[in-house]
């Protein structure tokens, strides 16, 4: 195991050179507003949400530009939200439990079915392809839910169960978190007798690797993946502290920390292996800082212009390096923001 530490002293001083770009809108969560959540950014610099009161999902486009009465996702009700690719095909749950759905842009929406339980079925990720994977029920009646891949225009479904313990201990979990273009998965499951873990699944070998687990973690969270099949996440040690991990086929997994944090989290990672990543100060109340990596050095601290300190989180990060998140004003208001670095 390899251990990359981050100086917190780079943090603390202006990056040299140019300063990247911040563009901010609303989201809501001020008096009289309901909340918006954002669930993705796409290569073009679309974001992709959904309304907190109704699960309604909308695109903000370059230019402010917004898209509304797209479909009704279940987000509302506690779901995952919609998901969007760089051709703005959009998919996701269908509100009312309807069950999955993809939407290519401008066109109605067209429901999928591969699971028993589609109510129970959860769209979390696709690719550029169109490749759309989830969560999946494998049998509802045992408490089984695995993962799922599935490329609905041409017919193509995949579903992925896991290993179980004997009756009447059967029953496990699986949560997607990302699918790169290779159609690799990665997330996290569990059983009886498996505390949270992280899993890998290749397509092309149909294999599922259920032990990908940072070495000595009580749990493993990855959470992105890269077309370099290069892993973020993050993975809690035995004292119940929170620690950021990179993983690639070669080097295998290694600690990322940044001196000084008390907690730390990578959210993802671009083709250009570019990781995104959030850590936790240890002031009170503590604050959340937003950051960019390159080669286990710190490339940008994102941070909103007339923010409220330790209020930037970032959300995720596309292949031109723009991250999308949301920040406080100094009022308190929430508000969305896309960072574009410099040039």
């Known amino acids: 195991m390899k251990t990359l ?44 949400g959904y309304r907190g009161s109704n699960g309604e999902a909308f695109v903000i486009s370059p ?8 479909v009704k996702t279940d987000g509302g009700d506690g779901g995952p939200g919609p998901v969007m690719n760089n ?25 999928f079915s591969l699971c028993t339980g589609d109510d129970r079925t959860a769209v979390t990720a696709i690719n550029t392809a169109g490749v759309i994977a ?10 089984q839910t695995g993962a799922f891949l599935a490329n609905p225009p ?13 009756l009447p201990n059967d029953s496990y979990s699986a949560n997607v978190s990302a699918v790169n273009n290779l159609n690799q ?20 070998s149909n294999k599922l690797n259920t032990t990908f687990n940072m070495p000595g973690a009580v749990h493993t969270y990855p959470a992105a993946i890269n077309d370099n099949q290069e892993v973020v996440g993050w993975w809690i040690d035995q004292n119940s502290v929170t620690h950021g991990f990179y993983w690639n086929p070669t080097a ?11 907690e730390m989290a990578l959210a993802g990672i671009n ?31 994102v941070h909103v212009p007339h923010s409220q300190a330790g209020s930037t989180y970032g959300e995720e990060i596309n292949n031109a390096g723009q991250v999308v998140g949301y920040y406080f004003t100094t009022e308190g208001v929430e508000r969305g923001f896309i960072y574009t670095p410099p040039q």
């Open 5 to 48: 530490t981050l100086l917190l002293t780079l943090l603390l001083v202006p990056f040299a050179g140019a300063q990247g770009k911040y563009q901010t809108f609303g989201v809501g969560r001020s008096p009289g507003q309901a909340a918006l959540f954002i669930t993705g950014i796409n290569d073009s610099g679309q974001v992709v």
């Open 63 to 70: 230019g402010d530009v917004w898209t509304n009465n797209i």
């Open 87 to 111: 051709a703005a095909t959009i998919a996701g749950d269908e509100a009312s439990g309807r069950g999955p759905f993809y939407k290519l842009w401008g066109q109605p929406v067209q429901p």
């Open 134 to 143: 989830g969560n999946c029920p494998i049998n509802i009646h045992r408490n």
């Open 154 to 166: 041409k017919g193509v479904f995949l579903t992925i169960p896991f290993p179980h313990d004997e």
């Open 185 to 204: 998965i990665v997330g996290t499951w569990y059983n009886y007798s498996t505390p949270w873990s992280g899993f890998f699944y290749d397509s092309a």
């Open 252 to 262: 295998g997994f290694s600690d990322v920390d940044i001196a000084g944090d008390t």
């Open 271 to 301: 083709n250009s292996s570019v990781i995104l990543g959030g850590w936790q100060d240890a002031n009170t109340p503590p604050g959340w800082h937003t950051v960019t990596i390159v080669n286990g050095q710190p490339t940008a601290s």
